[in-house]
């Protein structure tokens, strides 16, 4: 229970003036624009959009500034400008297929069609602190070489030819398309309103979770079929227009986990899969999520379910860090009355425990 | 209009806002000055809003909500009757009324032919450069597996 405590004005005002002083810095450091942030600090720009769920890298950065680089406080920012829009609608589903390659390598195949291309990645760096960084590099251009114009076709479809991988669930034009953001979660919630969740959720809490399996709770298996990074285009079917208008293009992540098999005595064993998506190069958050998603198909598959992992209700609950932020971080607020009759009770309590301990002396006393 | 010739010009729309959808509002301004374009008006003003972008599950399956992008849009009307429409990523409204002009001028007799010359095409092919550099760049990443075979005997 919280009541209202006046009083406070003077004091909040300042504090938030004290905050915006802090956050400018020493103001002979030169202040930090959101293009600066935009292109240097591109994948916490990437983790705001998705975990806010808004693809607007501008606003991403805004949000980063004005949060002090306090990530899950830039999240929280972006969810709530999100609310102050109109939606006009859903887009096509994006097809990640037809991406614009940046990246695409896969942990089961050397030699796929199209190639392993590592693109912009830290895998492979020595990670050792660069000390020309501290202070104006400027870094080579990169290397070119010819294109090639053959395609990139996803791993996942290459064993799917040979029914070596489940297919994906396939599209029913009449189901509706689950989303959280529009009606309150329900449990057994399925896989369209898993990813969802999933999507949007905190990253280190999907990273344990899907380090949890690999460790035992929840074992599946996986290998990274594919992860692929790039440039899809949007498309949007306009009512005014007629048709589906193109958008522009937007960059995503996926990754195609390919699991351990299943089969019956009616089918033929193949492999199963869990599958990652989000906005920018988020790599470790869609391998964690594709793992996750894998996890949480126990249910489906007829695994046992008795790990955290597998437990989608477990999982999607708590997978929202603005959520448990607002939870956790209540407990600042006054609870002065709350604590009081806490107080007051626990007052009593002791009383009675000292009257009970004393009694018996008296007795003896008394005799 | 035969449903041929309507297919083929909103196969000529599609492209053209493909383009636009891709390039900066500053650029399209700038080629649109090389044409005297007629008179118009909004039909809508200019405004920001959402979409929610789907993906697949499994890259090809049924499809899910990922999460929402934010976008303008904006209708123009030529003096002469043609509506175009602009929408685009983002919360350049100034840019889906540059497009929803474009759009109008794609399907007005008058004016087809000149702004697919004068706006469109290099448009196009300054994305398509851009296209090919980044492309170029991506694939100096390629691996290039070789295997090293044990000597023998």
Do not use: W
């Amino acid at each position: 229970m919280y009541v209202a405590v006046k009083g406070g004005e003077r004091a909040i005002e300042n504090a938030h003036r004290l905050l915006a002083h802090e956050r400018r810095g020493d103001r002979d450091v030169a202040d930090i624009s959101l293009a600066q942030i935009a292109e240097q600090l591109s994948l916490g720009v990437d983790r705001v959009m998705t975990e806010g769920s808004l693809y607007d890298r501008e606003l991403a950065a805004l949000a980063i500034k004005q949060a002090r680089g306090d990530l899950i406080e830039a999240i929280f920012l972006v969810r709530a400008f999100r609310a102050t829009l109109p939606r006009f609608g859903a887009t096509e589903p994006v097809n990640t297929g037809e991406m614009q390659i940046r990246r695409r390598i896969s942990s089961t195949f050397k030699d796929i069609p199209g190639g392993q291309i590592l693109g912009p990645t830290f895998d492979y760096t020595h990670r050792l602190l660069d000390p020309q960084l501290a202070d104006g590099f400027v870094p080579e251009q990169p290397a070119m070489s010819e294109a090639p114009q053959a395609a990139t076709p996803r791993v996942t479809d290459i064993l799917g030819r040979d029914g070596l991988i489940e297919p994906s669930p396939p599209a029913d034009s009449d189901a509706p398309v689950g989303d959280l953001t529009r009606e309150p979660l329900s449990f057994p919630a399925d896989r369209d309103l898993r990813l969802q969740n999933l999507a949007r959720a905190d990253e280190g809490f999907l990273l344990a979770l899907g380090y949890s399996s690999q460790r035992g709770y929840g074992r599946n298996h996986p290998f990274a079929g594919e992860i692929r990074f790039g440039e899809v285009e949007v498309e949007f079917f306009a009512e005014d227009v007629g048709f589906a208008v193109p958008l522009g293009s937007i960059e995503l992540t996926e990754c195609q986990m390919v699991n351990q098999f299943k089969g019956s005595a009616t089918e033929a064993p193949c492999f199963t899969r869990g599958y990652g998506l989000a906005f920018g190069q988020s790599e470790r958050k869609t391998m964690s999520m594709a793992l996750v998603d894998r996890t949480l198909r126990a249910r489906e598959l007829g695994e046992e379910v008795k790990s955290p992992a597998q437990d989608e209700e477990f999982v999607m609950s708590h997978s929202d860090n603005v959520q448990a932020t607002g939870f956790v971080e209540h407990l600042k607020l006054p609870h002065y009355v709350d604590f009081q009759s806490e107080l007051g009770l626990l007052r009593k309590l002791r009383q009675e425990f000292s009257d009970a301990n004393a009694a018996p002396e008296m007795q003896e006393a008394a005799e | 209009m035969s449903s041929t010739v309507r297919d083929s010009k909103q196969a000529q729309r599609k492209a053209a806002m493909t383009v636009l959808a891709h390039s900066d509002a500053a650029d399209i301004g700038r080629r649109l000055e090389a044409i005297a374009v007629p008179a118009h008006e909004n039909l809508r003003q200019p405004e920001n809003g959402l979409v929610m972008v789907r993906g697949r599950i499994g890259g090809d399956g049924a499809p899910f909500n990922l999460g929402e992008a934010t976008v303008s849009r904006a209708a123009v009307r030529l003096a002469s009757g043609e509506v175009g429409f602009g929408y685009t990523l983002g919360r350049d409204a100034g840019k889906a009324q540059l497009i929803a002009l474009c759009d109008a001028l794609v399907q007005s007799a008058d004016f087809s032919a000149e702004v697919e010359a004068k706006v469109i095409a290099p448009l196009r092919a300054d994305l398509i450069a851009e296209r090919n550099r980044r492309a170029a760049e991506t694939a100096a990443t390629r691996v290039d597996f070789y295997t090293m075979v044990r000597g023998e005997g």
